[in-house]
């Protein structure tokens, strides 16, 4: 069995995760600390259905998430290849990181008792701190693009510098 980590709470630091993007270089969670608000989405091996529709909606929204000074990554439970030929597909504005082993997903929580890999959503500050985190269940419970783009301007509004 998998060691599962707990899910940070809203006010803590998420933790750290270096993993392969599909833009051909390693992205770190703090690689954008202090300048980025971020929207991570694991998908826990959910790319498409109601985890699709969420993606596409937050790509129609780029600009909106320029204005709140944000940036999504999604990260998926796939090899480096699996995360490239997604992303291509998928054609979204945002990266797409390579989760093959689902130690990141474990490091976050984003897991069942039994080491399955699950889906979560986590709204950042610039800091790392959780503001928000949504826990789908398959098709249901993942949040609305404007519940997301919500919790970002309540971060702008809290930290505006």
């Given at each position: 069995m998998r060691r599962v980590k707990s899910l940070p709470a809203v006010g803590e630091r998420m933790p750290g995760f270096r993993l392969p993007s599909s833009?051909?270089?390693?992205?770190?969670?703090?690689?954008?600390?202090?300048?980025?608000?971020?929207?991570v989405v694991f998908s826990g091996g959910h790319e498409e259905g109601a985890a699709s529709a969420l993606l596409r909606k937050l790509a129609s929204r780029e600009e909106d998430l320029e204005l709140e000074r944000a940036?999504?990554?999604?990260?998926?439970?796939?090899?480096?290849?699996?995360?490239?030929?997604?992303?291509r597909r998928a054609r979204l504005p945002f990266s797409v990181l390579a989760d093959e082993s689902g130690e990141a997903h474990l490091?976050?929580?984003a897991a069942g008792p039994e080491g399955e890999?699950?889906?979560?959503?986590?709204?950042?500050?610039?800091?790392?701190?959780?503001?928000?985190?949504?826990?789908?269940?398959?098709?249901?419970?993942w949040p609305e693009a404007g519940d997301i783009l919500g919790w970002l301007e309540y971060i702008q509004i809290q930290c505006p510098e």
């Amino acid at each position: 069995m998998r060691r599962v980590k707990s899910l940070p709470a809203v006010g803590e630091r998420m933790p750290g995760f270096r993993l392969p993007s599909s833009d051909a270089r390693r992205v770190d969670r703090d690689d954008y600390r202090g300048r980025h608000n971020l929207v991570v989405v694991f998908s826990g091996g959910h790319e498409e259905g109601a985890a699709s529709a969420l993606l596409r909606k937050l790509a129609s929204r780029e600009e909106d998430l320029e204005l709140e000074r944000a940036l999504v990554l999604l990260v998926i439970p796939r090899s480096e290849a699996g995360a490239l030929a997604f992303a291509r597909r998928a054609r979204l504005p945002f990266s797409v990181l390579a989760d093959e082993s689902g130690e990141a997903h474990l490091a976050v929580g984003a897991a069942g008792p039994e080491g399955e890999l699950r889906p979560a959503v986590f709204v950042l500050d610039r800091w790392g701190t959780v503001y928000a985190r949504f826990l789908p269940e398959g098709e249901e419970g993942w949040p609305e693009a404007g519940d997301i783009l919500g919790w970002l301007e309540y971060i702008q509004i809290q930290c505006p510098e």
